[in-house]
């Protein structure tokens, strides 16, 4: 069975390789369009970063590379150019209902019970005498 990994085709690196930070000090970078193939391949199949196949890169390099992005803004303007769309969503729910709960809450027996049942203690005598 082969890999089904994921290239950018020839027009989509077109659009979008003008919207990619350009003049940044430090290491020579590593291939563009490998590495956002990379991240686009990790992205839709929704595997780990750790999981990414060796043929985009170490996978360091395309986790560092989608969080340093992620934190510039530049995806969105990539996701723009591709799609059409930013991918964000306008209105948003969260839930955050929790309740405390003692851990034998569930209703588990909670051990030997010294109480006797109501029929013997109306027969019994009394436990204190005056």
Do not use: Q
């Given at each position: 069975m082969g890999k089904q990994l994921y290239w950018l085709s020839?027009?989509?690196?077109?659009?979008?390789?003008?919207?990619?930070?350009?003049?940044r000090r430090g290491a020579h970078r590593v291939d563009d369009r490998r590495?956002?193939?990379?991240?686009?391949?990790?992205?839709?199949?929704?595997?780990?970063?750790?999981?990414?196949?060796?043929?985009y890169g170490?996978?360091?390099?395309?986790?560092?590379?989608?969080?340093?992005w992620s934190r510039q803004g530049v995806w969105s303007n990539i996701f723009y150019?591709?799609?059409?769309?930013?991918?964000?969503?306008g209105t948003m729910s969260i839930d955050a209902t929790h309740i405390k709960a003692h851990r034998?809450?569930?209703?588990?027996?909670?051990g030997t019970s010294s109480r006797r049942s109501a029929a013997r203690a109306a027969g019994a005598p009394p436990k204190s005498t005056r």
């Open positions: 020839e027009s989509e690196w077109k659009r979008i390789e003008p919207l990619l930070p350009r003049g590495v956002i193939s990379g991240i686009m391949h990790m992205l839709r199949s929704g595997a780990r970063w750790r999981d990414c196949p060796p043929d170490p996978y360091t390099t395309i986790y560092n590379r989608f969080n340093r150019a591709l799609t059409g769309s930013t991918g964000r969503v034998s809450a569930a209703g588990a027996k909670g």
